[in-house]
């Protein structure tokens, strides 16, 4: 049974603060990585992937993955009132159906 | 980018009513397509795998003669929802990987059918 992990917050961050959301999981086979956010009422939208060791940059976010520890984390700089929402890590995808954790409630404050 | 629509986005009708919820890959076709169900303040809990012309395969606890999946083109998965009680109101959410695409390749998610059963 796959599992997810992630602290169900909420976090709070002031604005242009650095967010950091965390995420560990069960499947050391797990090859690739997603981050979705959520907002209230609404269906998840892709944030970033990542599939290899290390960091992984597209704007303001950086997604981390160290598989040997079975962890991984998304970086949101200079984080905005609109970034508040509720971030969803899941292990694979394509044709495989998605692991959710319970996900990380960010409030970042104005 | 991958496109999935879905349809309706907001239902809200009688005890024991069927209903059924359209999800469609407007740009790319899928032979697998994932059904979803969020309760308030909960994770998505995944519901079935629906795959194209053969049966839908069912997560542990849901109920294949309640909910119905039908996925008869590489576009388009139905759900329906048969006899629907309150209990049964949720949030609905499919998602889809085009064809051919493996696991790195995230999937996509229609809007969601908000379910309200009175």
């Known amino acids: 049974q796959k599992e997810v992990e992630q602290n169900s917050g909420p976090l709070s961050v002031p604005e242009g603060a650095i967010a950091s959301l965390n995420c560990t999981y069960s499947?050391?086979?797990?090859?690739?990585f997603f981050w979705y956010r959520q907002y209230s009422g609404k269906s998840p939208e892709l944030i970033m992937f990542?599939?290899?060791?290390g960091d992984k940059e597209d704007g303001r976010f950086t997604a981390q993955l160290n598989k040997a520890s079975q962890y991984v984390s998304l970086l949101i700089r200079d984080s905005q009132p609109s970034d508040s929402a509720t971030y969803l890590c899941?292990?694979?995808?394509?044709?495989?159906?998605?692991?959710f954790g319970k996900g990380t409630r960010l409030s970042v404050i104005a | 980018g991958a496109v999935v629509s879905q349809h309706p986005s907001w239902v809200i009708c009688k005890s024991g009513t069927s209903v059924k919820i359209e999800c469609r890959s407007l740009?790319?076709?899928?032979?697998?397509m994932f059904w979803y169900r969020q309760f308030p303040k909960q994770s998505l809990m995944l519901m079935a795998t629906?795959?194209?012309?053969?049966?839908?395969?069912?997560e542990q606890g849901v109920e294949k003669d309640k909910f119905l999946i039908n996925h008869a083109s590489l576009t388009l998965s139905t759900l329906t929802v048969t006899s629907a009680h309150p209990e049964d109101s949720s949030f609905y959410i499919c998602?889809?990987?085009?064809?051919?695409?493996?696991?790195?390749?995230?999937?996509?998610f229609g809007d969601g059918t908000r379910l309200s059963i009175l």
């Open positions: 998602s889809a990987t085009p064809q051919g695409e493996y696991s790195n390749q995230p999937q996509h």
């Open positions: 499947d050391r086979g797990s090859q690739s």
């Open positions: 990542i599939y290899s060791n």
């Open positions: 899941a292990p694979e995808g394509g044709n495989t159906p998605l692991v």
């Open positions: 740009d790319f076709q899928a032979t697998t």
């Open positions: 629906s795959n194209e012309g053969s049966k839908a395969t069912y």
